[in-house]
């Protein structure tokens, strides 16, 4: 999986982002959007 090990996933941190997306500046959300459609 892109790369990674099993050994290397077993011992990986998953962080998110959990903010639903309310600290992105608007133009790169707008671009996500975009990206999406």
Same mark, same amino acid.
């Given at each position: 999986?892109?790369?990674?090990?099993?050994?290397?996933? /077993?011992?990986? @941190?998953h962080?998110?982002?959990? @903010?639903?997306?309310?600290?992105?500046?608007?133009?790169?959300?707008?671009?996500?959007?975009?990206?999406? /459609?």
């Open positions: 999986m892109h790369g990674f090990s099993a050994e290397q996933l /077993r011992n990986a @941190t962080l998110v982002w959990a @903010t639903g997306g309310g600290m992105v500046p608007e133009e790169e959300m707008e671009q996500y959007l975009a990206k999406g /459609r």
